[in-house]
């Protein structure tokens, strides 16, 4: 029978199991190896075991594969083999309870954000900003807090850019960081943006995260499929952005848990190079400091990626448990690298882990992992276990019927675009908003705030709907500022 104390990853070549405690599961970890290795079966064995154990799991599915988490598995032929090798599995082809996720809600429910969720900082890495770009960037929103205006989504930053370039005496003593050629330079990248279809990102309603935390009906965590397979290739820098919002986001948000039996979310972020890579420094900087700080709020983040050189040496020194696949060496600077993989792992007397690591065959893999008491293991060649559910991706139909059966059916599904800063602006130039594109969904039931107007008349309701806005605002500053600050330090870059 399974051990859901402990995240099981395989069995070493004489059968025994190897893994590491649950409880340690939030000290992070690194999955890497050259494509073809085996790397997504690797994910889909750790995801499943932190579902099993009752953890949330919110995953990027680069390649489409990982979707098979949600259909029984038929294991055959190897697998089998392996499978038969390993009694003390209790191997059961089972489906697991996956929620699909696609920005551009084709493949999966829509995911969004704000962009006064997101704030400034992640906004400029985004639009990869010059300094006085930048700096143009934190004058807009500094303008949208004072005038009270939201920023939900790229039609809002836009028509505040046009409003402060016709108006710059709005900016006061900021007005000499919003240079024409910076104002051009912000409204190009932002139409840049919309064309790579960036812009289905930003707007309401906009992810909650305790719907990625609530378990299924069984008590099993729900698997969180992030559709990356076009977003990685057509707009890699969204992506990777997206995923420092989610992870500043629990940051953020999620209570210190202290020491816990298992973690209350595991976060595997794929292509994992691409958070690091041209990231400004002191945004890095910060990101390392979440990634030390995150494990006390019972998150576990989990790196794939070819080579662990990918991520910067400060990261790799705080991950505990290290998944290494087949790696092939032809240059010298690959030998080089390859050296330093093998020497990032524990010495095990049994077998030189720099020779291992070039003969190393699918499904097999170097772990290392952490002692109980939560100093490194000595390193093992492993045979990865087999996952229960189906390894290769779902069918459209089955997709389709996993997404009408979503429990977050409906929640997310409709875009609501309420009144923010563009509706605000247009109006004060006494123009009508655009109308929406044909076939757009319209917004969902009247808000609160609005049946509560019809109620009590026509004055008194918006009275009441602007004392709503305002403290909706005052809580999107405060909301940007908590993120600021934790990814800043409290310092502001010019």
């Known amino acids: 029978m399974q051990d859901f104390a402990q995240l099981v990853i395989g069995a070493d070549l004489t059968g025994q199991p190897i893994g590491q405690a649950m409880r340690l599961a939030n000290r992070h970890g690194l999955v890497a190896g050259a494509t073809g290795t085996g790397k997504t079966v690797t994910l889909q064995r750790l995801a499943e075991a932190f579902s099993d154990a009752g953890v949330a799991v919110f995953a990027a599915d680069i390649k489409g594969d990982l979707c098979g988490l949600g259909a029984a598995g038929n294991p055959q032929g190897k697998v089998a083999e392996r499978i038969a090798g390993m009694p003390w599995l209790g191997h059961r082809p089972q489906a697991y309870p996956v929620t699909l996720w696609d920005i551009h809600g084709q493949s999966g429910h829509p995911l969004r954000t704000t962009l006064s969720e997101m704030g400034p900082l992640l906004i400029g890495s985004l639009l990869e900003l010059t300094d006085s770009q930048q700096s143009a960037l934190y004058a807009a929103f500094k303008v949208a807090d004072r005038e009270g205006l939201l920023l939900l989504d790229l039609?809002?930053?836009?028509?505040?850019?046009?409003?402060?370039?016709?108006n710059p005496e709005l900016l006061g003593d900021d007005a000499a960081l919003m240079t024409t050629g910076s104002s051009q330079a912000l409204l190009r990248r932002l139409s840049t943006l919309e064309q790579q279809g960036a812009d289905a990102l930003f707007g309401?309603?906009?992810?909650?995260?305790e719907d990625i935390l609530q378990p299924a009906a069984d008590g099993r965590g729900r698997i969180h499929l992030l559709d990356a397979s076009r977003l990685v290739h057509e707009a890699p820098k969204v992506y990777a952005t997206f995923l420092l919002w989610l992870l500043a986001e629990l940051f953020e948000q999620l209570p210190e848990r202290g020491d816990a039996d298992k973690p209350l979310l595991a976060l595997f972020f794929d292509e994992a190079h691409l958070l690091f890579a041209g990231t400004p420094k002191a945004l890095q900087e910060r990101l390392e400091q979440v990634v030390r700080l995150i494990r006390s709020k019972g998150v576990g983040v989990y790196f794939v990626t070819q080579s662990p050189g990918d991520l910067p040496d400060d990261v790799l020194a705080q991950l505990g448990l290290r998944i290494q696949h087949g790696l092939r060496a032809f240059t010298?600077?690959?030998?080089?690298?390859?050296?330093?993989?093998?020497?990032?792992?524990?010495?095990?007397?049994?077998?030189?882990?720099?020779?291992?690591?070039?003969?190393?065959?699918?499904?097999?893999?170097?772990?290392?992992?952490?002692?109980?008491k939560g100093t490194p293991e000595m390193v093992q060649r492993v045979l990865v276990a087999p996952p229960q559910s189906r390894i290769g991706p779902l069918s459209e139909a089955e997709?389709?019927?996993?997404?009408?059966?979503?429990?977050?059916?409906?929640?997310?599904?409709?875009?609501?675009?309420?009144?923010?800063?563009?509706?605000?602006?247009?109006?004060?130039?006494?123009?009508?908003?655009?109308?929406?594109?044909?076939?757009?969904?319209?917004?969902?039931?009247?808000?609160?705030?609005?049946?509560?107007?019809?109620?009590?008349?026509?004055?008194?309701?918006q009275a009441l709907k602007s004392a709503m806005r305002q403290a909706a605002n005052q809580l999107g500053r405060q909301l940007v500022r908590g993120l600021m600050g934790s990814l800043l330090g409290g310092n502001k870059r010019r």
Request: overall charge negative; hydrophobic content about 40%.
């Open 155 to 166: 039609k809002d930053l836009k028509a505040l850019l046009n409003h402060l370039k016709d």
């Open 204 to 209: 309401e309603p906009a992810l909650q995260l």
């Open 332 to 372: 010298a600077k690959e030998q080089k690298s390859l050296r330093a993989v093998a020497d990032g792992f524990r010495p095990n007397p049994q077998f030189d882990a720099l020779a291992v690591l070039t003969e190393l065959g699918i499904g097999e893999a170097l772990v290392g992992t952490l002692q109980e």
């Open 399 to 461: 997709r389709a019927g996993l997404i009408a059966h979503s429990p977050l059916q409906g929640r997310y599904d409709k875009p609501v675009d309420r009144e923010s800063a563009y509706e605000v602006l247009m109006g004060r130039k006494g123009l009508e908003p655009q109308a929406q594109a044909p076939g757009k969904p319209p917004a969902e039931e009247p808000s609160f705030a609005d049946k509560a107007g019809e109620f009590l008349g026509t004055a008194a309701g």
